[in-house]
């Protein structure tokens, strides 16, 4: 079955520090990528996906994240965080295989940025 | 625009009661998702409707969960009887149509706690 780790449960930056969370998800063939945002009392909302083309993707807010095909990979990356970056970040996948939309997520990681 | 409703927002049973879910999705979005989201984890997906139909119902435990869209808009999650392990949060989500192209948007989610 499809799965996606993140192995980051809890991270806690100083402001300006540099960001990565790691995401890596077992399947084959085609996917199609996600990292979500969930800020503190707010909806879980998109903050930038991968279909195909440039491995590099862009986001919202400063965010970028890295597909590498061989390593199963979509790390999320922010050179500088802000206070405000301060939320649950989820990875997810989804199969390339189907027409539907069923989306397989991570269990998260919390970030939190020190003043 | 109005975003994804929800309601209630808390709800707290005890084991082998009865609950019920609402959701409505943002005017014109064909396609409704309910997810189950437990502590630590990230959100799964329970049943998917595109309209009035069920696309995808495979991860919904059909023998104490149900789900309906009647009227292909909004739409009711019930458990009957409640068990101590759906304690979750459950997310409604909608999108314009199925697939990757079309984002979902989430409500902000229903706690419930089965004691």
Redesign the interface.
């Given at each position: 079955a499809q799965s996606v780790s993140q192995h980051n449960h809890h991270v806690i930056l100083s402001e300006a520090a540099s960001l990565e969370l790691g995401c890596n998800y077992s399947y084959g063939g085609t996917v199609n990528l996600f990292w979500y945002v969930q800020y503190p009392g707010q909806h879980l909302q998109l903050l930038l996906k991968y279909f195909s083309g440039d491995p590099l993707v862009k986001g919202i807010k400063g965010f970028e994240a890295e597909f590498i095909k061989s390593k199963f990979s979509f790390n999320l990356r922010k050179p500088s965080v802000q206070w405000s970056d301060t939320a649950e970040y989820f990875c997810a996948v989804m199969p390339g295989y189907s027409s539907a939309s069923k989306i397989i997520f991570g269990s998260g990681t919390r970030l939190s940025i020190r003043p | 625009e109005a975003?994804?409703a929800q309601s209630p927002r808390y709800k707290i049973i005890e084991k082998r009661q009865s609950v019920a879910f609402w959701c409505n999705p943002i005017s014109g979005h064909a396609?409704l998702?309910w997810y189950q989201q437990i502590l630590?984890?990230?959100?799964?997906?329970l049943i998917?409707f595109q309209n009035n139909g069920v696309?995808?119902d495979s991860q919904l435990p059909k023998d104490r969960f149900s789900a309906e869209r009647l009227k292909g808009v909004d739409s009711t999650l019930k458990i009957q009887p409640a068990k101590l392990e759906d304690s979750a949060v459950y997310?409604c989500?909608s999108?314009l149509g199925?697939?990757?192209n079309?984002?979902?948007?989430?409500?902000?989610?229903t706690r419930l706690t089965v004691t």
């Open positions: - | 975003g994804v396609t998702y630590g984890q990230g959100p799964k997906l998917q696309v995808d997310l989500a999108s199925t697939g990757k079309y984002e979902q948007y989430f409500g902000p989610g």
